[in-house]
């Protein structure tokens, strides 16, 4: 249930902590006090969306926290076990939005999306406003209330998901039925693609190798030149060489028997100078030795060369990308041969999602058949007693005609009523009194209600157009909520009022600059007086006070 809610800075509140009990708690006060700002920015810290103008004027931000303690909430402990949100003591819902409107939102101090924060918020509250009847309109929210109170929310999930899964699966199939022409002549094409890259038979790194060596051929008569030229210099020349000049210097420098220690490692450099050029005239030797000049393996070279160059301007890429492209093609060719096998694949599955749709859809039909009548029943009881005497209520179901899976199921559900006496039954939408049509949602809020798995409830006025004997009765079906779990109730009815197990009484409080918005938690005798003002009476007498006295002490007997 939610045990503390802070407001900071949003909208006429500049700070407000409240903390909230078990049971029925009622918040009233004057008009326009902020009773429904509270209700405001708690929905915002359940995922609502916010702009710039929820920021208090003057300040830069508004943070909003929300406090629940699902220590009995299984299902909101699992949600937050499976993203490793979970923590000891209460979660925390946070939401924060900026003066240039940009909001951020926290799940026990983690950032997260907001709708993180909505599908949180929907295991751990549920608000039903004044203006609830309207989406009572529409008949996904009949079926809704209907598999609720039926107990099978979760089985019309799997049957939404069977439905689903059939759509997407039969979709899949078409898609490949449809391109049947298309995949023979695409086949085609890439075999023989393939064919000639198989044909070709490009090596790993073979054109680098292929390109190195037709260019040693052609150069063949310059690079043996140089290659003669570098060996004369360095050991044939009769004029002097690399060689006879390393070796003569070496010897005039050992000549001595005593050397200063700096001549060493100039001595030692020269030897390995020696070495050094003795082994590149070895290599190059070996070069000129080895070194195949024939004209017939560089045209062979060339046609070699002139097949990859073709081949890859073909395909218009790089000579040096054709082995990925024939990975590419061949990964292609493959999953065109795949697609025959997905066909009877696709088939099979298509048969198997519609023998489970049919099973679940089936188990969900006895349900809803089954839960329909009692939900019909207890809502047209609800209904006498909410000032609509003679008043009927029957929830229709209607099959489908459609062949295909559909995700609400076999049937559509829709909600009729007759307010009064000898009228027909009709489709809510057709409800001419918007009183009457309030009072029916009320009765059918208050039903569902309570076999709703959400341990706190909220209903923010939705008490307007009702007075007399009936509020008192609404007073009564709210507080009934109230000992199955939480319930906050914003009311302008003292009947209401009277029947919480707490009451908020929120007021302003005016400084010499500006107005703040506060809350305040009655007790017994400020409870009597506030009730006793909800009655009609700016001035308290002891008649009002004492019918305030009268009605507190009846709801608590």
């Known amino acids: 249930m939610l045990v503390h809610l802070s407001i900071h800075n949003y909208a006429i509140v500049e700070h407000l902590d409240l903390e909230l009990e078990a049971g029925m708690s009622v918040i009233t006060g004057e008009t326009g006090a902020g009773k429904s700002i509270m209700l405001d920015a708690l929905g915002l810290a359940l995922g609502d969306r916010a702009d710039s103008g929820a920021v208090r004027p003057g300040a830069d931000k508004a943070d909003i926290l929300a406090s629940f303690d699902v220590s009995g909430i299984a299902e909101a402990r699992d949600w937050l076990d499976e993203r490793d949100l979970e923590q000891d003591g209460p979660c925390i819902l946070r939401r924060v939005i900026t003066a240039e409107g940009r909001s951020r939102a926290y799940i026990n101090g983690t950032p997260c999306p907001l709708g993180d924060l909505k599908s949180l918020g929907e295991l751990l509250i549920d608000i039903h406003s004044q203006h609830e009847h309207q989406s009572l309109l529409k008949t996904d929210t009949h079926r809704r209330l209907l598999d609720e109170f039926a107990g099978a929310s979760e089985l019309a999930r799997q049957v939404q998901l069977a439905a689903q899964r059939w759509r997407q699966t ?22 023989y693609q393939l064919e000639e890259l198989e044909n070709l038979a490009l090596g790993e790194n073979e054109l680098e190798r292929l390109e190195q060596e037709h260019k040693n051929l052609t150069n063949a008569g310059s690079l043996l030149g140089a290659c003669r030229q570098v060996i004369d210099m360095c050991s044939e020349s009769d004029a002097g060489n690399v060689l006879s000049a390393l070796t003569a210097s070496l010897n005039r420098l050992t000549a001595f028997h005593t050397q200063p220690g700096a001549l060493a490692e100039a001595v030692n450099l020269l030897s390995s100078a020696q070495i050094q050029v003795e082994e590149a005239v070895g290599e190059l030797n070996r070069f000129i030795d080895h070194f195949d000049a024939d004209p017939a393996r560089q045209q062979a070279l060339e046609e070699r060369l002139d097949a990859i160059y073709t081949l890859a301007r073909k395909h218009r890429v790089q000579p040096n990308d054709l082995g990925e492209l024939q990975q590419r093609l061949l990964e292609e060719l493959e999953a065109l041969n795949a697609d025959d096998e997905a066909a009877e694949r696709l088939g099979d599955e298509l048969a198997a999602y519609e023998r489970h749709y049919r099973e679940k859809a089936e188990e969900l039909s006895l349900l809803r058949n089954d839960a329909a009548a009692r939900l019909a029943g207890a809502v047209e009881t609800e209904m006498q007693r909410l000032g609509m005497p003679g008043g009927r209520f029957s929830i229709q179901l209607s099959r489908s005609e459609a062949c295909e899976p559909q995700h609400f199921g076999l049937e559509q559900v829709e ?7 000898g009228q027909p039954l009709k489709t809510l939408a057709r409800v001419a009194s918007g009183g009457e049509l309030s009072r029916i949602s009320l009765a059918i809020q208050v039903i569902t209600a309570q076999t709703s798995r959400v341990p706190t409830l909220v209903f923010d006025e939705v008490d307007v157009g009702i007075g007399g004997p009936t509020a008192e009765v609404v007073g009564q079906l709210l507080r009934r909520l109230g000992e199955r779990g939480q319930v906050l109730t914003v009311t302008h009815l003292p009947q209401v009022a009277a029947q919480g197990h707490h009451h908020l009484f929120v007021h302003k409080q005016r400084g010499s600059q500006e107005t703040r918005t506060a809350v305040a938690k009655l007790q017994e005798s400020a409870r009597v007086e506030e009730i006793a003002r909800m009655l009609g009476g700016v001035d308290l007498t002891e008649e009002s006070l004492a019918h305030a006295r009268k009605m507190v002490t009846s709801a608590q007997g």
């Open 170 to 191: 039969r979709q899949e199939l078409e898609r490949i039925s449809r391109s049947g022409d298309e995949q023979r002549a695409r086949h085609q094409l890439l075999s």
């Open 415 to 421: 909600f009729l009523v007759s307010a009064n006496p």
